[in-house]
């Protein structure tokens, strides 16, 4: 039985995230660290975030551990706190979900999310109910720390070329669509010598703005307000601002795995080593990777895995095409204000950002999905089907399949029962084809 998705653990709040549930994991992983140690906890701006954070610290408490109560904050501001003040970390986020959703996260003592191991054991223990509670007087401290979001900031500032930006006197738009960004983005941007115009700048955890993920259907208004105040580019967050989007000077918007590969390119002009990705992302990836003769690691999905084999490796960038982006420099997270403080330094050079997304190779995408009764038993048979075919596969999430001119990925997801097919090529009638062939696989599977 799994608790844990692909990031943390998530559902409707006080319906499936429930007080009880904050509770036991916290009280899962006091037990798993032996009751011993200091864990920091923290929550996005969702309304439930200070009941369940609430819970969260009780269960903490309960099993003999210190408890540092850092209130509201993004989660890599909670993550990089974490990594220099306490041996783990509970953030209640449901990140990019619905507003009626929360979640609940662990962060490991070195500021990365938890690892899979990890997670598996915690799960025994919530599972099994066995805990270990203390006796009355070995209960934990307690204490707050409102300064995290401005200790982070601080760190941010030292990991780009602040003079050289601040020279530059940007103009941004930045909507953080009410979450937890909003308490350190526009303040960034401020501090790197910016004009900053915010939309849905204020902290409200019911998001009247626009939900919490920042989808380009989502952020029309963010599009139109770049153009008409002759901005530089537009950035967006998430609810917990672990990603980012941008528009461009033009209010388009930049497809995420275009900013993934941009980002890359960069980094590897500045500095050559490895690079991390999930199986998801994009060839344009790989054709970075090649280009500056550098060798490029593919993981499973979630930010997680992508971390844990760039701190294996010693990857100089890593991240995922939907805005989630790493910069081990900074810290083994996804972090949306780094991302966007390093574009700020990209764009230093001279180039608008409509002529950045134009510096790496195009690609078109299809995708699709389809509901599966039993995940495992289809994903066997379309492996078993791929296999006398002479196609190069790849398993390591689900199955991808490479063709001379494309590829097609069809994996299981993590949080529902279907199949997500992901295909790419160099046209938009092949993609579309790659992916009708993924689909046709899963299908022919079902019914055998």
Not at 340 to 365: D, H, Q, W
Request: glycine share 10%.
């Amino acid at each position: 039985m799994a608790l844990f998705g692909t990031n943390g653990v998530r559902g409707t709040a006080n319906e499936y995230i429930t007080p009880e549930m904050a509770v036991n994991v916290a009280r899962s992983l006091g037990t798993y660290m032996g009751s011993k140690g200091t864990v920091a906890i923290g929550s996005d701006t969702r309304i439930s975030g200070q009941m369940l954070k609430s819970a969260a610290i009780a269960g903490a408490l309960s099993m003999g551990l210190s408890v540092i109560d850092v209130g509201m904050a993004p989660t890599p501001s909670i993550q990089y706190y974490v990594r220099d003040f306490a041996d783990a970390g509970i953030v209640i986020t449901a990140s990019h979900n619905p507003r009626e959703d929360n979640g609940i996260k662990l962060i490991a003592g070195d500021g990365s999310e938890f690892p899979r191991d990890g997670e598996r054991d915690i799960e025994k223990i919530y599972f099994s109910g066995e805990y270990s509670p203390v006796s009355w007087e070995k209960t934990g401290d307690f204490k707050t720390d409102p300064g995290v979001n401005e200790y982070y900031l601080r760190n941010v500032i030292r990991s780009v070329d602040t003079e050289a930006i601040r020279k530059r006197r940007f103009r941004v738009v930045v909507d953080t669509g009410c979450g937890a960004g909003a308490l350190t983005l526009p303040f960034l941007l401020k501090e790197l010598g910016c004009e900053v115009l915010t939309l849905g700048a204020q902290v409200d955890g019911t998001f009247p703005w626009r939900n919490p993920e920042p989808t380009p259907d989502a952020l029309t208004e963010l599009s139109e307000l770049v153009k008409k105040t002759g901005a530089d580019f537009g950035a967006a967050h998430d609810g917990d601002a672990d990603r980012i989007v941008f528009m461009d000077e033009n209010g388009a918007f930049v497809n995420e795995e275009v900013l993934l590969s941009m980002m890359a390119k960069y980094v590897l002009e500045q500095k050559k080593g490895p690079v991390v990705t999930p199986v998801s992302s994009s060839q344009r990836m790989a054709d970075v990777a090649a280009e500056a003769g550098v060798e490029l690691h593919w993981t499973a999905v979630g930010s997680i895995n992508v971390a844990r084999k760039m701190m294996e490796i010693d990857a100089v960038f890593g991240g995922e095409g939907n805005g989630g982006l790493i910069f081990p420099e900074h810290q083994y997270c996804r972090d949306g204000a780094m991302a966007c403080a390093k574009l700020l330094e990209i764009m230093v050079g001279g180039k608008k950002l409509s002529e950045l997304t134009k510096t790496v190779p195009e690609y078109f995408n299809a995708k699709t999905k389809v509901p599966v009764g039993d995940l495992q038993a289809t994903l066997e048979k379309v492996k078993a089907e791929v296999a006398g075919s002479g196609v190069k596969m790849d398993t390591i999430d689900g199955v991808k399949l490479y063709y001379e001119d494309g590829w097609v990925l069809i994996r299981p997801s993590g949080t529902e029962p279907i199949f997500r097919i992901f295909a790419e090529a160099k046209t938009e009638a092949r993609a579309e084809e790659l992916m009708n062939r993924g689909l046709e696989l899963v299908r022919k599977a079902e019914e055998s």
